[in-house]
């Protein structure tokens, strides 16, 4: 069972969009579509932000949206904003009633 | 509005063995999942295991020789332990709930401990 695959980093401007993703295999991503994206600021514990692959929590903005193709998840955020800016992580159903995490992303707001 | 906290020491010695405990207020125990994740400073989340309220358990893989979850639904607690402990399981320990079985909803977190492993 090894973590998923996300960018170490991304960054954009407020306004503008951005997509992480995250990249597993066969046995997770690939054949599940038991997929949620969690956000976290410094010293905060996670936030679930998408669940489901694409279902968001009630209080989440329609700012975010998840979507899944094959082996990679994606979370979409649109209109950045300021208060964005945090790490992102995925995490999917690995068969066996385990879970696994990917390895997170850091969203800049320039 | 459901609220978890972790408690338990916050230094263990190397070989030993760590043990915390998450108490659930607002809310009961049943009919959901209860997890601990942990996040090794600057690093990422690691889902560790979880327990249903009847008492099932499910642990990852790569800690099940050495941990073991319990719940006691008369005081509203489940509990983690960990053995033979090494540095490398320092880490801030988060207790979740799971709002349903298969996808990771994880819906309420408590703040985090941070436990640390010493030689």
């Known amino acids: 069972q090894s973590a998923l695959t996300q960018p170490r980093s991304v960054s954009g401007s407020p306004g503008q969009a951005v997509t992480i993703s995250c990249t597993g295999t066969?046995?997770?991503?690939?054949?599940?579509?038991?997929v949620s994206w969690y956000q976290q600021h410094p010293g905060k514990a996670p936030k679930v932000m998408i669940h489901d692959v694409s279902e968001r929590p009630s209080g989440v903005p329609d700012r975010f949206s998840g979507s899944k193709s094959g082996n990679t998840a994606s979370l979409t955020i649109s209109g950045l904003q300021a208060e964005d800016e945090a790490d992102y992580y995925c995490?999917?159903?690995?068969?066996?009633?385990?879970?696994?995490f990917g390895g997170g992303t850091k969203l800049t707001v320039l | 509005q459901v609220q978890l906290q972790e408690s338990g020491p916050r230094l263990v010695k190397s070989s030993e063995t760590l043990s915390l405990t998450c108490t659930v207020s607002?809310?009961?125990?049943?009919?959901?999942?209860w997890s601990w994740i942990r996040q090794p400073p600057g690093k990422g989340l690691e889902w560790v295991g979880y327990?249903?309220?009847?008492?099932?358990?499910s642990y990852n893989p790569s800690l099940k020789s050495r941990v073991s979850i319990s719940v006691d639904t008369s005081k509203n607690q489940f509990s983690l332990k960990l053995n033979s402990v090494t540095a490398a399981d320092t880490a801030v320990y988060y207790c979740?709930?799971?709002?349903?079985?298969?996808?990771?909803?994880?819906?309420?977190w408590g703040p985090g401990t941070l436990v640390t492993v010493s030689s």
């Open positions: 995490c999917s159903y690995a068969g066996s009633y385990t879970w696994v």
């Open positions: 066969n046995n997770d991503v690939g054949d599940y579509n038991y």
């Open positions: 327990i249903y309220y009847s008492g099932s358990t």
């Open positions: 607002g809310g009961s125990l049943s009919t959901y999942y």
């Open positions: 979740a709930r799971q709002q349903r079985h298969l996808t990771p909803l994880f819906d309420y």
